[in-house]
């Protein structure tokens, strides 16, 4: 969203997450008149203090919303939005006055377009930041022809945040801090991954890897301690030892049947690296990514040395790359 600040001066505020610790946005998308957000400033070093205004239009009737910053962590800030009158929601806000956040590697100004072009035609739960893009190859006539080859279709939910395309900076792997990002599963989803994995487990996009292995952890979390949190920690795969797939997966719908939930919210910092054993999925669907990121080292622990033949092969035949990129099917 774009404000300004008396002098004229135009701030760009990127919302990233609730600044609460609810696991669903829907409760912080449906509050009215106030809410608070994580976010990134954009043009921050002209906003020391005091509010920034914006005014917008929603079904014919003028509103207002002011930002301000509550505090900062790091390049990180929690803003708190009131807005006048207080008859709409923040999910309102967003959608008249939000523009679509696209990379910014994409060198112009979102347009109306944006709003289908860059969103997978299954989308559902607003929330994210980024479109999961490996999900971009994917229209309803691929889905039928899957369906077509009795290709068994699940569906699931991570709130891609700034983790996942924050560049490594630190010298090492173990300097750089991996960021929190929510998911939800429903008890079907797990279920039949249990039913299907003898015919191989396909990811669309990193993001959904990411869910489904740390779901896999999760269980190895509960058959330690059932009152455990469901959030995994960065480099928690690689100080504890595994269990059996299906022991695992079928800890967390036991856990799931006891507390009569059909689907269960999780949170991840979870940084896969070579060396992670993968223990869910058998094959990713999924573009190509920069150096120095976290999806390329992804990249290397599943498909090995031979990333290095698959990323000389994009190069030399002009395969584009990243979120409006060229995609592939990686076998581990």
Wanted: proline share 3%; aromatic share 14%.
């Amino acid at each position: 969203m774009f404000f300004l600040k008396d002098s004229g001066a135009k701030i760009e505020i990127f919302c990233l997450e609730p600044s609460s610790d609810t696991t669903d946005y829907q409760v912080e998308f449906h509050k009215k008149g106030k809410s608070e957000w994580k976010c990134f400033i954009r043009n921050a070093s002209k906003w020391k203090s005091g509010k920034v205004t914006a005014k917008f239009n929603y079904q014919d009737r003028e509103y207002e919303i002011s930002a301000e910053v509550k505090s900062k962590d790091t390049d990180e800030y929690l803003i708190g939005f009131n807005w006048e009158p207080a008859d709409i929601t923040f999910g309102e806000v967003i959608e008249s006055l939000g523009k679509i956040p696209l990379p910014p590697y994409i060198r112009r100004e979102s347009e109306e377009s944006d709003k289908v072009k860059y969103q997978t035609v299954y989308a559902r739960v607003e929330g994210s930041v980024a479109a999961p893009t490996a999900g971009l190859h994917f229209t309803q006539k691929e889905f039928d022809k899957l369906e077509q080859k009795k290709c068994k279709i699940d569906f699931l939910t991570l709130n891609v945040g700034a983790g996942t395309f924050k560049p490594v900076k630190s010298e090492t792997i173990g300097g750089h801090k991996m960021h929190g990002e929510l998911f939800c599963v429903n008890d079907d989803l797990l279920k039949n991954i249990l039913e299907y994995k003898s015919r191989k487990i396909t990811a669309v996009g990193t993001t959904s890897l990411r869910t489904l292995e740390s779901v896999y952890w999760f269980g190895v979390k509960l058959l330690k301690d059932e009152t455990c949190e469901f959030k995994i920690e960065q480099w928690y795969p690689y100080e504890n030892d595994g269990v059996s797939f299906e022991n695992s997966i079928d800890a967390v719908l036991n856990f799931m049947h006891k507390k009569k939930l059909k689907q269960i919210y999780g949170k991840t910092e979870l940084m896969i690296i070579p060396g992670y054993k993968f223990n869910v999925v058998d094959l990713l669907v999924t573009n190509f990514h920069l150096p120095g990121s976290t999806l390329l080292l992804l990249i290397a622990a599943f498909i090995g040395e031979d990333w290095k033949v698959v990323y000389e092969y994009a190069l030399n035949n002009d395969f584009r790359f990243l979120s409006y990129g060229d995609s592939s099917i990686l076998i581990k």
